[in-house]
C-alpha cells in the first residue's frame, strides 16, 4: 500500500483544515488506517484511527471532540477533518496503514505517508 497525504496549510487558531490520505492498491479496506503527528523535536504522537470499515474510530485525548476521522474504501482514501485548531496542533501529520485494528503505536502501522505540514498561527 502506497500512502499519499495532502491538506495541509497554515491556519489561524480556531480555524478549520481537513486532511486527506489516498491510497494506492487493492487491499485498502483490510487495513485500519491512522494519523500521526510529529511535531519538532517531540516524538511521533497518535492523533486518531477508523477500523477497516469505518465503524469504529479512536482519537488521542487532546483532539477528541475536535477532529474527525473518516474514510471511503471505494475511493480508498482516509480524511481528517480538523476543527478548532489551536497552535499546539502544529506538527507534520502522517497517515498510515495497518494490521491491528484501531492500533495507538507507530509501530501498529506496517505503511507509512510521506506526511503533510499543518502551521496554526496564535
Known amino acids: 500500500v502506497q500512502l499519499q497525504a495532502s491538506g495541509g496549510g497554515l491556519v489561524q487558531a480556531g480555524g478549520s483544515l481537513r486532511l486527506s490520505c489516498a491510497a494506492s492498491?487493492?487491499?485498502?479496506?483490510?487495513?485500519?488506517m491512522g494519523w500521526f503527528r510529529q511535531a519538532p523535536g517531540k516524538e511521533r504522537e497518535f492523533v486518531s484511527a477508523?477500523?477497516?470499515?469505518?465503524?469504529?474510530?479512536y482519537y488521542a485525548d487532546s483532539v477528541r471532540g475536535r477532529f474527525t476521522v473518516s474514510r471511503d474504501n471505494a475511493q480508498k482514501t482516509v480524511y481528517m477533518q480538523m476543527e478548532s485548531l489551536k497552535p499546539e496542533d502544529t506538527a507534520v501529520y502522517y497517515c498510515?496503514?495497518?494490521?491491528?485494528?484501531?492500533?495507538?503505536?507507530?509501530?501498529?502501522?506496517?505503511?507509512w505517508g510521506q506526511g503533510t505540514q499543518v502551521t496554526v498561527s496564535s
Open positions: 498510515a496503514a495497518g494490521t491491528r485494528t484501531l492500533g495507538v503505536g507507530t509501530n501498529d502501522y506496517n505503511y
Open positions: 477508523i477500523s477497516r470499515s469505518g465503524g469504529s474510530t
Open positions: 492498491g487493492r487491499t485498502f479496506s483490510s487495513y485500519t
